[in-house]
């Protein structure tokens, strides 16, 4: 799906019909932004928006809440926030604006994932200028606070990774490979010999990121990748046992709440917390401390229930 493909798509889609699955909605989502995105998908919807345009809009946004937070002052702050929270909106608008219409495409999946790490650059950076201005011990040290948030900001690229890679495992088993974004690097790397830089440079360039980023993620799942070579030797057709299947997602279930975690909402949460108190820099004790544990824990248990049904496999239970 490198090109969008437009599908034709039914008058009325339901507001139900535009979710992943509940199995992965986060509940601040459901009772807020998902209400929300809907709103501005149906409008996006009648006005012939495309879901790139809006993932576009929310990276104007985001960075505009990044730049209020640079200020030290309580209203502009409380207006980035604003700006954050709408900009989340589209976020959540341009996905399912995708389901409504069936526009999907690979280049689309890159920027929305591309969309959140800009928000968060330009906050970053603004934190660092705004503690370097107003803070006694980080304007005599200044390089500490750049130091903690390029090491916050490596965690929070590998934390929204995994978070990601784990909820689209999950939706592989619940729904199948239609309703899963789940790649295989193999499988991205033989598409990517199969292009050229001349003919199809763009391509091959979002195609490229896309390949790392995937790597990326299966360089810490070593467990999940034997399962899925397992699962391939088993089920050459794809066709996985249905028994398998709900084995797997009531495994996984439990485990979703910690991707949540480990993406927007609780987050921002932990920035507005720290804005408030006039202490931004605690957010990045946030992200270094509590959810880099909280990382790890997911890890653990992740693959641990991988290696379990691995070896169930092999042993001819499926």
Request: aromatic content about 16%; proline content about 3%; some cysteine.
């Amino acid at each position: 799906m490198d090109n969008e493909i437009k599908v034709s798509a039914p008058e009325k889609v339901s507001y139900r019909d535009t979710l992943k699955s509940m199995d992965t909605e986060e509940h601040i989502d459901l009772a807020f932004y998902r209400p929300i995105g809907y709103m501005w998908a149906c409008l996006a919807k009648k006005l012939g928006v495309t879901p790139n345009a809006i993932t576009i809009a929310s990276i104007f946004l985001g960075v505009g809440a990044g730049v209020m937070f640079y200020f030290p002052d309580m209203w502009l702050n409380v207006i980035g926030m604003l700006l954050l929270v709408w900009a989340n909106s589209f976020d959540s608008a341009d996905g399912q604006l995708a389901r409504m219409t069936k526009q999907y495409s690979r280049i689309g999946r890159i920027l929305d994932g591309l969309s959140g790490d800009i928000w968060f650059a330009t906050i970053y950076v603004a934190i660092c200028l705004r503690e370097n201005m107003t803070s006694a011990f980080f304007s005599s040290n200044p390089w500490v606070i750049w130091a903690i948030a390029v090491v916050a900001g490596l965690c929070h690229a590998k934390q929204a990774a995994a978070a990601d890679y784990y909820r689209q495992f999950h939706l592989y088993f619940l729904k199948g490979e239609e309703g899963s974004e789940l790649e295989s690097s193999r499988e991205l790397k033989e598409k990517l010999a199969g292009l050229s830089w001349s003919r199809n440079f763009w391509q091959k360039l979002t195609l490229t990121f896309y390949t790392n980023y995937t790597v990326n993620q299966e360089s810490n799942t070593r467990w999940m990748q034997r399962l899925r070579a397992e699962l391939h030797r088993r089920f050459p057709s794809g066709k996985i046992p249905q028994e398998f299947r709900d084995a797997f997602r009531k495994g996984s279930l439990p485990l979703m709440k910690y991707t949540n975690i480990l993406s927007f909402n609780w987050r921002t949460i932990a920035l507005f917390v720290s804005l408030f108190l006039e202490m931004p820099w605690l957010y990045f004790m946030f992200e270094l401390v509590v959810l880099n544990t909280l990382l790890i824990y997911m890890y653990a248990r992740h693959e641990r229930m991988c290696r379990k049904f691995t070896q169930q496999l092999q042993d001819g239970l499926y």
